[in-house]
């Protein structure tokens, strides 16, 4: 479990967040939604520690890694993998040397185990055969599950994804979903997804946080989003005329 | 610019930490080689025949007086060669080919998070990026120099034969007088703190770039001007400290 205690974080003048509280659980997958530039990824490099928050404090399975010096932290680190939201691949590497590279990094694995791994990993995010590629040669959206493969190289124990789905066909969205809930489930670990995307969230979000103008807004499960009446949640949930007249076919059917 | 020295000061400090894994970090410090070092070597070579040809040529030009010994001309091309042009010239040549490399490639992994991907793995970024091209400048930059001052002094001698000014003995008697082998050491440490300073200067440059693609172009062009301009600060104290 992560736990996010009181975190604030300016960038000179902007203000950014404003006091997150917040909970991820463990075998559960954890959302953080809101609109573009509320702050979500910003959190969630606060979470991690590439930012440094101006105030509050993150804890990792009770072990409080805001204050942790460099090589503690790298303990911790090495049981996160993380997407980023522009995929972030190394790109003088090919598609086999990207997510073998933390494999390479930190375990005594031989050769033979390290290409297993990677095309197990490949294999999960369908795009076996992809080895030799480099990310230049790859698409927008088959950088994105390459990048998921490389997070989940090292069997994390915490898992995050930013906008894991964003810019992806819906059939490969899903799949990707999917995927996450998977592993979620399979190996018990704590995920945290960023999502604008309203299928994810009712696909996949077994905690939601809700974050708007950089506070903890709304909490809750998927149950709840469909059904609260808080007027920021409504709006971007309901933002789109089509999930209007769901809801009104919805309502409809409760009289 | 006090900001900037302590930031500097506390990069290298993080640079020069143990490499995670030997095996990784050899593999690096090759590719840094083949990148700083071999592919600067025909630039080099173009620069350093250029340049002896026309050290040579003004020297004879300038030969009026009848007390000078011929043999002056191939004594000033090795001297100048060796003490200012191939260590100091070639070097400035190289901060601006090998410092907007290295900038632009940091800044890039800067500014698409491939960096922030390293430290979210655990790694140290600063290190393994930046120690193996420090490391393979220092340790090929004086391999380029030796090469340039050879190339250079094929350089005059060419000139001079195309010219007919002077005749291929009298080049090579002047090549081998009063010759001070210390001068080729002051050469080589010059070169070494010049390697260190490009790459460090530049790797810097790179490393705290901010914002997208603009930004990685403004902080090339920053790390090239910095590290010239370190160069020279470097030559003058040097020059003093170890010829005076
Ligand atoms: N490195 C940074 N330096 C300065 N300001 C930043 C930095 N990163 C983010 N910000 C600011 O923080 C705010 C929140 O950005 P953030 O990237 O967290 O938004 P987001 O919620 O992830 O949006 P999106 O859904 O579009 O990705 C923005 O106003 C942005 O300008
Ligand atoms: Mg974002």
Known sequence: MIEVKNINKSFGDNHVLHDINAKFEKGKVNLIIGQSGQGKSVLTKCIVGLHQPDTGSVSYDGVDFTHLDRLEKKEIRKQIGMLFQGSALFDSMTVEENIMFPLTMFTKMTKKEKLDRVNFCLERVNLTGTNTLFPAECSGGMQKRIAIARAISMNPKYLFCDEPNSGLDPKTAIVIDNLIREITYEYDITTVVITHDMNSVIEIGDTILFIHNGRNWWMGDRKEIITTDNKEISEFVYASDFMQEIRASMQDKRK | ?244
Do not use: C
């Not at chain 2, 490499?19 to 025909?42: M, T, W």
């Not at chain 2, 040809?53 to 007086?65: E, F, K, Y």
């Not at chain 2, 300073?197 to 920053?222: C, M, N, Q």
């Open chain 2, 1 to 244: 610019m006090f900001s900037n020295i302590g930031k500097f000061m506390h990069m290298l400090w993080v640079v020069f930490s143990k490499p995670e894994k030997a095996g990784v970090f050899r593999k690096r410090l090759f590719e840094e080689i083949q990148l700083i070092g071999i592919n600067s070597i025909p630039i080099v070579a173009l620069m350093s025949t250029f340049m002896g040809g026309v050290i040579a040529l003004q020297t004879a030009s300038n030969m009026d007086s009848p007390f000078l010994p011929e043999y002056t001309i191939g004594y000033i091309t090795r001297s100048s060669t060796i003490l200012e042009f191939s260590p100091t010239i070639i070097s400035l040549i190289l901060a601006g080919k090998v410092g907007s490399n290295v900038a632009s490639e940091i800044g890039t992994m800067k500014t698409t998070e491939q960096i922030d991907a390293l430290e979210i793995m655990g790694v140290n970024s600063l290190s393994h990026l930046i120690l193996p091209k420090i490391l393979g400048a220092v340790l090929f930059f004086p391999v380029l120099i030796i090469f340039s001052m050879g190339l250079s002094l094929v350089g005059g001698w060419l000139s001079l034969m195309l010219a007919g000014l002077s005749s291929t003995e009298t080049y090579v008697i002047g090549l081998r007088s009063f010759f001070e082998f210390s001068n080729i050491v002051y050469a080589l440490t010059k070169t070494v703190v010049f390697a260190f300073l490009i790459v460090s200067i530049s790797s810097y440059y790179g490393y705290y770039t901010k914002g997208g693609a603009l930004d990685v172009g403004k902080s090339a062009t920053k790390a090239v001007v910095s590290a010239s301009v370190a160069i020279l600060v470097a030559n003058f104290f040097l020059t003093q400290m170890i010829l005076l």
